[in-house]
């Protein structure tokens, strides 16, 4: 159970086991089939969902330090990452830069693989939020991957969307709620991240067979997967800049804003998800006019946006929280001066039934 505490977005006890049945619903959803393209690379992918999931079980029993579990991550991310050379090995261009050396590359590699995972995290914080992002992220790749006749990939991500979709009708569930808790915030968060470094290297792979490469496809993988980078970017440079640990947890984020300022839950996933498709097909579509640096420039252009826009909800959050308490103290005023006026009255009646007597 997970009980409500002052920065929590929820007031009753609720349970947190969504995630296994998300990773129950990805393991017999992919098991069901059988393709031929299949590698070493799926079967490791499980393994590390595997030890994943069990950290996150235990997360959500007993709460872990977050230097064993960042330990452990970094155990399940090399497991793809050097074991079957699952790395991002170029840049496409950006900046000058194409071909990485090979240990920068694995390094690289396991920082973004540990990034993520906790990114989706961060940003489970309200009803439909990381589990939407994910069903998002997870339907476009798994699209990708079968128009390319990639089956075994496109399996697993449709496979990853669907057991979303399925927990989204609880998440937002007024009456039989439940949270996917660390369990299914790491898993959603390793798969993913599979299926995006895997969308990147297969465009390197290809790059000769234009109808299956995409030449900007490491801006089209970090677009699709906005919201918990940029969130995750924003509210570690806040709490550093403040002098408080990167991982203390508070009200920070842009979905904690966005419930604050009054949307419900509801309101504020379906923004982002909003910003999320907006954004993707007009990466997609300007792909074709500008090259990836100037891309680039474009991401960074809307991360500065993205910090004035929380800012300013940060403002107005506080000005709310101002006039809420002039308010209530005005309120209480106005009590206590019905109060003193009902006292005084009751002590006039009191002097004249002594002067009567």
Excluded at 130 to 141: E, N, P, Q, T
Excluded at 201 to 208: D, E, P, T
Excluded at 288 to 316: D, G, H, P, R
């Amino acid at each position: 159970m997970d009980n409500p505490v002052k920065r929590s977005s929820h007031s009753a006890p609720t349970p947190t086991f969504g995630g296994v049945a998300i990773f129950a619903g990805i393991l017999i959803g992919y098991m069901l089939w059988n393709f031929g393209d299949e590698g070493i690379l799926l079967h490791k992918v499980f393994a590390g969902t595997t030890i994943l999931f069990f950290l996150g079980v235990k997360d959500d029993l007993y709460a872990l330090s977050p230097t064993k579990k960042i330990g452990i991550q970094i155990i399940a991310s090399a497991i793809v990452v050097v074991g079957c050379d699952l790395r991002i090995s170029d840049l496409f261009g950006i900046f000058g830069i194409n071909q990485i050396p090979y240990l920068l590359s694995i390094g690289l590699t396991i920082f973004i693989f540990v990034a993520m995972i906790n990114a989706f995290n961060l940003i489970d914080g309200i009803d439909g939020l990381a589990g939407g992002i994910g069903m998002i992220a997870s339907g476009g790749f798994g699209l990708w991957f079968l128009i390319n006749h990639h089956y075994s990939l496109a399996c697993l991500a449709l496979c990853l969307s669907g057991a979303l979709l399925g927990f989204l009708r609880f998440n937002f569930s007024q009456t039989s709620k439940i949270f996917m808790g660390d369990t299914g915030s790491l898993i959603v968060g390793y798969i993913i991240t599979v299926l995006a470094v895997k969308f990147i290297h297969f465009n390197v792979m290809h790059a000769w067979d234009p109808s299956s490469s995409f030449v900007s496809a490491p801006i089209i993988a970090i677009v699709i997967l906005v919201v918990p980078i940029f969130d995750t970017i924003r509210v570690f440079s806040v709490r550093i800049l403040r002098g408080k640990s990167p991982f203390k947890a508070d009200r920070m984020h842009m979905h904690h804003l966005l419930i604050d300022n009054n949307l419900s839950h509801m309101q504020a996933s379906f923004l982002l998800y909003a910003v999320t498709i907006v954004l993707t097909v007009l990466t997609y579509s300007a792909r074709v006019y500008f090259s990836n640096t100037e891309l680039c420039f474009f991401i960074m252009f809307l991360l500065v946006c993205y910090f004035f826009a929380a800012n300013w909800l940060e403002v107005k959050r506080l000005r709310l929280l101002q006039a809420k308490k002039a308010k209530e103290n005005s309120e209480s005023a106005a009590n206590e001066n019905n109060t003193d006026g009902k006292l005084q009255n009751k002590d006039k009646l009191h002097l004249r039934e002594v002067s009567a007597n």
